[in-house]
């Protein structure tokens, strides 16, 4: 029995989330699996309701299950930034979820928005460190509103936090197995503190003498994504940066609506989602596609080694977007959010 612990947040959160686990009960009953799920109100309106953000408590529980679900979070009614750091930071600090892996894999010719690009081109894995760097709350504001105001915002790299990025985009690019080439992206040109990646990347690098090392700065990798994707396989890039050139993998991949990351701490309870965020707009009107969060619970199947159950995962979405039964997954697209799912659900069998 798997315990898994959903938190539909806020938006089309909820939405997404009802869907994948549509999909869950129907992998459940083909492969003979059992889940539980726990539902948590976390989010915009629980916040609203009674102040409470994340509880604590909430962590030991989380400790106890094999892994998390989460929708999206994000409200125009509360100032930015607020939900986003109690929850989703909240949950990858406290469960010290270092990894933050999210694979770019083009399914089918006609959902990349660049030229002569298929689906050999576009399949990589993007490794983003997912515990420091600018992400750690570290600064603030001195004479804040004067015309003297500062503004600071630490980037904190440990060696610790470094290596075990490094290393685990090194185990990555060896399981694997395609081009067997990691590549580091940071931006040490300008930054020169990081060059605590490359000392890092070359030592942990001599454990892998069958991975190929390769390098790029963060502003020629986003130059790449778009004119040589072939050129990635694995890559290993700080929290920020990682942020920022995933959600242009996205982009090359066919879109958010397929997008997905695992907050990972090996061996332990780790996160799944959707990368796209709580889309207020278009919550609550059937237009979302689901197939982002669908595609996280795959990462997260794969994640729990259930490995039949990941891989009729996987090849139903691969069959779903190659049957051209599909073909926008934009809210524009005219297909409903269940009907993307019944979809799915027939290429699962
Ligand atoms: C993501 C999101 C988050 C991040 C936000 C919501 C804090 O953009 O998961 O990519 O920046 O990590
Ligand atoms: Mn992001």
């Not at 750091?85 to 949950?91: F, K, L």
Request: charged share 25%; with cysteine; net charge negative.
């Amino acid at each position: 029995m798997y315990q898994i612990a959903v938190i539909p947040g806020d938006g089309v959160g909820p939405e997404v989330i009802d869907e994948t686990l549509r999909v869950l009960r129907r992998i459940q009953e083909l492969e003979g699996l059992e889940f539980e799920t726990t539902h948590y109100p976390f989010g915009a309106d629980h916040y609203l309701k009674t102040g409470e953000l994340m509880p604590e408590s909430v962590f030991a529980d989380f400790n106890d299950m094999h892994a998390i679900l989460l929708g999206a979070i994000g409200d125009p009614r509360v100032e930015v930034g607020v939900l986003e750091r109690a929850i989703v930071g909240g949950v990858r600090w406290t469960l010290d979820l270092y990894i933050n892996l999210r694979p770019i894999k083009l399914y089918a010719e006609a959902l990349t928005p660049i030229k002569n690009k298929t689906p050999e081109d576009i399949d990589m894995v993007f490794v983003r460190e997912n515990t420091e760097g600018l992400y750690m709350g570290i600064g603030g504001h001195f004479k804040k509103g004067t015309p003297d105001e500062v503004a600071i915002q630490e980037m904190i790299m440990t060696r610790k936090g470094v290596e075990r990025a490094v290393r685990y985009a090194f185990e990555v690019a060896r399981k694997r197995n395609k081009d067997k080439k990691l590549t580091l992206i940071d931006k040490q040109n300008a930054l020169p503190a990081q060059e605590i990646w490359s000392r890092t990347f070359e030592e942990v690098g001599g454990e892998y003498p069958d991975i190929e090392r390769d390098h790029a700065y963060i502003d020629a990798a986003c130059m790449w994504m778009v004119k040589n994707p072939e050129w990635f396989d694995v890559a290993v890039v700080d929290n920020m940066m990682g942020d920022i050139i995933t959600d242009l993998g996205a982009a090359v991949q066919g879109g958010m609506g397929l997008a997905a990351s695992g907050n990972i701490h090996p061996g332990r309870v780790s996160m799944f989602e959707p990368i796209h965020g709580s889309a207020p707009k278009h919550a609550g009107r059937g237009v979302i596609c689901p197939y982002a969060a669908i595609c996280a619970l795959q990462l997260m199947l794969d994640e729990l080694r259930l490995d039949s159950a990941a891989k009729r995962l996987d090849g139903a979405i691969a069959r779903t977007l190659g049957s051209g039964k599909v073909t926008s997954l934009s809210t524009g697209s005219g297909i409903k959010t269940s009907e993307y799912t019944d979809v799915l659900l027939g290429f699962l069998e």
